[in-house]
C-alpha cells in the first residue's frame, strides 16, 4: 500500500527534476531544506530522524540533491522526507514536506477494532513493518 | 549533464539562426561572436569592470582572455565543435588591497551571465569556515560551506593559511583534498577562486601541486601607482558623495606618496581607511565651527587640513606639526 503523506503524496514520485525544481522554489522563497528518515511511517509519528542538520544559506538545488543522494545511499529501504521550514517571524514553521524516497515494498497498515464497554468500537492501526524490530523493517530481501 | 552551458548555448540559440545557422557553416564571421557578446550582456558587466577598477590592466587583460575563451566555446558547441568542459578555477595573488575580492564578484556575475555557474553569488570564506577543531569535524564543515557556494564562486581568502607544514596533524589538508576532490568531480555546480598574498600562494601551490595544477588561471595583481590611487580615491569620494579641493587634492597626492614609502601599505584599503579618517577630521571641523550656518559645499569638501592632519606627515617631517593636534596621535595607527 503506497503511503500518502505530505505534498504531491497522490501524484507519481516526483523525478530528481522535478524535485530540484521545488528545491529551487523553497530557496527562492529563503526557505531552510532538510531531509529526515524513518522506517515507521504511522502518520502520528510526526518527528523523523533528521538526515543531516537543515541546510541554511543555500543559494541552488544542487548541494541539496547531493545530500538526497547520500541520504537515498544511506538509507535504500527508509521513506525519506524532504522539508522546507520557513524562518520569518510569525510563521516560523514548515511551508512545505514531501516524500522523496520510499522503500521497494510497502506492507500497508493493519487496522484493529478493539470491542469497548457498550459495544464501543475503539480502532488503531499499526504498519505491518514495524511488528519487526527498527532497521529491518523494509528489507527489500523478503516481502511480509 | 551539465546544464549550465546548456544555458548558454540558450542563449545564443536565437542568434545562430538570425546570422543564418552557425550550423552549416561554422566557418562562420566575426559578427556571430558580436551578438553573443552582446546578448550574454557581459559586455555590460566587463564596461563596469573598467570604471569601477582602476589600473589593473593585465588582470583585465585576463578577464577578457577568459571571456573570449568561453564565449568562442559555447559557440563553438553550437557549431557541433569538441569543446572540453572548461576548467573556471582560479587564484587571485597579489598584495593587499589590490581588488582582488571585488574581481571575485565581478567573476562571479561575468560567469553567470556567460552560464558556467547558475546563481552567479559570492560565497567568501577562510580557513575558520572550512577547517575544524577537532578530528571529523574538518569534512562537513568543509561541505557545508561547498554545499553554500553550489551554482556560484567560492572564494577562499589567504587560503595559503590552509596548509601548515610545520605541523603535520593539522586538519587543513583534509580541507584541500576535500576540496580537490569537489573541484575535480563538481566542476559544472561551483568555481572555486583561491586568493592571498603573492610569495606566500606560490609557497603554497609549491606544496600542492595537485592543486595547482587543477587551476587553470593564475591571475597576479599588480599594485597600484600613485596616479592610479589617487584615481581610486576620487572615484571613492563621489562614492560617497565628498569632493576634495585642487588643494586638497595636491596633498592627498603627496599624502599617498608619503604613505606608499611606509610599512603595511594596503594600496587602495589604505586609502579607503585615510578617507574615513579624512571624513572624521572634516567633521570635527566643521562641529568646531559650529555657531555659523553649513551650506552645502561645507559638508562636501575636505580641505587640505583633513588629510595634513595625518599621522603620515607628522612622522615624515620628525616633528613641527606633532604637538598642534593631539587627537593625531591615536588617530590610526596604519597611518
Given at each position: 500500500?503506497?503511503?500518502?503523506?505530505?505534498?504531491?503524496?497522490?501524484?507519481?514520485?516526483?523525478?530528481?527534476?522535478?524535485?530540484?525544481?521545488?528545491?529551487?522554489?523553497?530557496?527562492?522563497?529563503?526557505?531552510?531544506?532538510?531531509?529526515?528518515?524513518?522506517?515507521?511511517?504511522?502518520?502520528?509519528?510526526?518527528?523523523?530522524?533528521?538526515?543531516?542538520?537543515?541546510?541554511?544559506?543555500?543559494?541552488?538545488?544542487?548541494?541539496?540533491?547531493?545530500?538526497?543522494?547520500?541520504?537515498?545511499?544511506?538509507?535504500?529501504?527508509?521513506?525519506?522526507?524532504?522539508?522546507?521550514?520557513?524562518?520569518?517571524?510569525?510563521?516560523?514553521?514548515?511551508?512545505?514536506?514531501?516524500?522523496?524516497?520510499?522503500?521497494?515494498?510497502?506492507?500497508?497498515?493493519?487496522?484493529?477494532?478493539?470491542?469497548?464497554?457498550?459495544?464501543?468500537?475503539?480502532?488503531?492501526?499499526?504498519?505491518?513493518?514495524?511488528?519487526?524490530?527498527?532497521?529491518?523493517?523494509?528489507?527489500?530481501?523478503?516481502?511480509? | 549533464?551539465?546544464?549550465?552551458?546548456?544555458?548558454?548555448?540558450?542563449?545564443?540559440?536565437?542568434?545562430?539562426?538570425?546570422?543564418?545557422?552557425?550550423?552549416?557553416?561554422?566557418?562562420?564571421?566575426?559578427?556571430?561572436?558580436?551578438?553573443?557578446?552582446?546578448?550574454?550582456?557581459?559586455?555590460?558587466?566587463?564596461?563596469?569592470?573598467?570604471?569601477?577598477?582602476?589600473?589593473?590592466?593585465?588582470?583585465?587583460?585576463?578577464?577578457?582572455?577568459?571571456?573570449?575563451?568561453?564565449?568562442?566555446?559555447?559557440?563553438?558547441?553550437?557549431?557541433?565543435?569538441?569543446?572540453?568542459?572548461?576548467?573556471?578555477?582560479?587564484?587571485?595573488?597579489?598584495?593587499?588591497?589590490?581588488?582582488?575580492?571585488?574581481?571575485?564578484?565581478?567573476?562571479?556575475?561575468?560567469?553567470?551571465?556567460?552560464?558556467?555557474?547558475?546563481?552567479?553569488?559570492?560565497?567568501?570564506v577562510t580557513r575558520d569556515d572550512l577547517v575544524g577543531q577537532y578530528i571529523g569535524h574538518t569534512a562537513p564543515k568543509t561541505?557545508?560551506v561547498?554545499?553554500?557556494?553550489?551554482?556560484?564562486?567560492?572564494?577562499i581568502d589567504e587560503a595559503y593559511h590552509l596548509y601548515r607544514p610545520e605541523n603535520e596533524r593539522d586538519y587543513g589538508q583534509e580541507a584541500i583534498e576535500i576540496l580537490l576532490?569537489?573541484?575535480?568531480?563538481?566542476?559544472?555546480?561551483?568555481?572555486?577562486?583561491f586568493?592571498g598574498?603573492?610569495?606566500r600562494m606560490?609557497r603554497f601551490f609549491a606544496s600542492n601541486p595537485g592543486l595547482?595544477?587543477?587551476?587553470?588561471?593564475?591571475?597576479?595583481?599588480?599594485?597600484?601607482?600613485?596616479?592610479?590611487?589617487?584615481?581610486?580615491?576620487?572615484?571613492?569620494?563621489?562614492?560617497?558623495?565628498?569632493?576634495?579641493?585642487?588643494?586638497?587634492?595636491?596633498?592627498?597626492?603627496?599624502?599617498?606618496?608619503?604613505?606608499?614609502?611606509?610599512?603595511?601599505?594596503?594600496?587602495?584599503?589604505?586609502?579607503?581607511?585615510?578617507?574615513?579618517?579624512?571624513?572624521?577630521?572634516?567633521?570635527?571641523?566643521?562641529?568646531?565651527?559650529?555657531?555659523?550656518?553649513?551650506?552645502?559645499?561645507?559638508?562636501?569638501?575636505?580641505?587640505?587640513?583633513?588629510?595634513?592632519?595625518?599621522?603620515?606627515?607628522?612622522?615624515?617631517?620628525?616633528?613641527?606639526?606633532?604637538?598642534?593636534?593631539?587627537?593625531?596621535?591615536?588617530?590610526?595607527?596604519?597611518?
Amino acid at each position: 500500500m503506497r503511503l500518502t503523506q505530505g505534498a504531491f503524496s497522490f501524484l507519481p514520485d516526483l523525478t530528481d527534476a522535478q524535485i530540484g525544481a521545488q528545491i529551487e522554489y523553497c530557496l527562492q522563497r529563503d526557505w531552510a531544506v532538510s531531509l529526515e528518515y524513518t522506517d515507521d511511517p504511522h502518520p502520528r509519528n510526526t518527528y523523523w530522524e533528521m538526515f543531516g542538520m537543515p541546510m541554511f544559506d543555500l543559494k541552488d538545488a544542487a548541494g541539496i540533491l547531493r545530500e538526497l543522494d547520500a541520504c537515498r545511499r544511506t538509507f535504500p529501504n527508509h521513506y525519506i522526507k524532504l522539508n522546507a521550514f520557513d524562518a520569518t517571524r510569525g510563521i516560523e514553521s514548515l511551508r512545505l514536506s514531501f516524500i522523496v524516497g520510499r522503500p521497494g515494498n510497502e506492507p500497508g497498515f493493519d487496522l484493529r477494532r478493539e470491542e469497548g464497554r457498550g459495544r464501543q468500537v475503539r480502532y488503531t492501526m499499526r504498519s505491518y513493518a514495524t511488528q519487526r524490530p527498527a532497521g529491518q523493517r523494509y528489507d527489500a530481501a523478503d516481502p511480509t | 549533464m551539465n546544464p549550465a552551458p546548456k544555458h548558454a548555448a540558450r542563449l545564443i540559440a536565437t542568434d545562430a539562426l538570425q546570422s543564418n545557422a552557425a550550423h552549416e557553416l561554422p566557418q562562420g564571421e566575426g559578427h556571430d561572436l558580436e551578438t553573443a557578446l552582446r546578448e550574454s550582456q557581459v559586455a555590460a558587466v566587463l564596461d563596469r569592470l573598467d570604471s569601477e577598477l582602476i589600473g589593473l590592466a593585465p588582470v583585465k587583460g585576463r578577464v577578457r582572455d577568459i571571456c573570449a575563451l568561453l564565449l568562442v566555446d559555447t559557440l563553438r558547441r553550437q557549431a557541433g565543435l569538441n569543446t572540453g568542459a572548461p576548467s573556471l578555477h582560479m587564484s587571485f595573488t597579489g598584495n593587499p588591497g589590490t581588488g582582488k575580492t571585488t574581481l571575485a564578484l565581478r567573476m562571479a556575475e561575468i560567469l553567470h551571465r556567460l552560464g558556467y555557474v547558475r546563481k552567479g553569488h559570492m560565497v567568501a570564506v577562510t580557513r575558520d569556515d572550512l577547517v575544524g577543531q577537532y578530528i571529523g569535524h574538518t569534512a562537513p564543515k568543509t561541505r557545508e560551506v561547498l554545499k553554500r557556494a553550489m551554482g556560484g564562486v567560492l572564494f577562499i581568502d589567504e587560503a595559503y593559511h590552509l596548509y601548515r607544514p610545520e605541523n603535520e596533524r593539522d586538519y587543513g589538508q583534509e580541507a584541500i583534498e576535500i576540496l580537490l576532490q569537489e573541484m575535480e568531480n563538481h566542476r559544472e555546480d561551483l568555481v572555486v577562486v583561491f586568493a592571498g598574498y603573492k610569495d606566500r600562494m606560490d609557497r603554497f601551490f609549491a606544496s600542492n601541486p595537485g592543486l595547482s595544477s587543477r587551476i587553470a588561471h593564475h591571475i597576479d595583481f599588480p599594485d597600484y601607482t600613485p596616479a592610479e590611487l589617487l584615481a581610486i580615491a576620487k572615484l571613492m569620494l563621489r562614492g560617497m558623495e565628498y569632493e576634495l579641493t585642487a588643494a586638497a587634492e595636491a596633498t592627498l597626492r603627496e599624502y599617498i606618496e608619503k604613505r606608499q614609502a611606509q610599512p603595511h601599505f594596503a594600496n587602495a584599503r589604505s586609502i579607503r581607511n585615510a578617507l574615513d579618517r579624512a571624513r572624521l577630521r572634516q567633521a570635527s571641523r566643521l562641529f568646531a565651527r559650529r555657531g555659523s550656518r553649513l551650506t552645502r559645499t561645507d559638508l562636501m569638501t575636505i580641505e587640505p587640513a583633513d588629510i595634513r592632519a595625518s599621522r603620515v606627515f607628522t612622522a615624515a617631517t620628525q616633528g613641527p606639526a606633532h604637538g598642534q593636534d593631539p587627537a593625531n596621535s591615536f588617530s590610526g595607527s596604519q597611518s
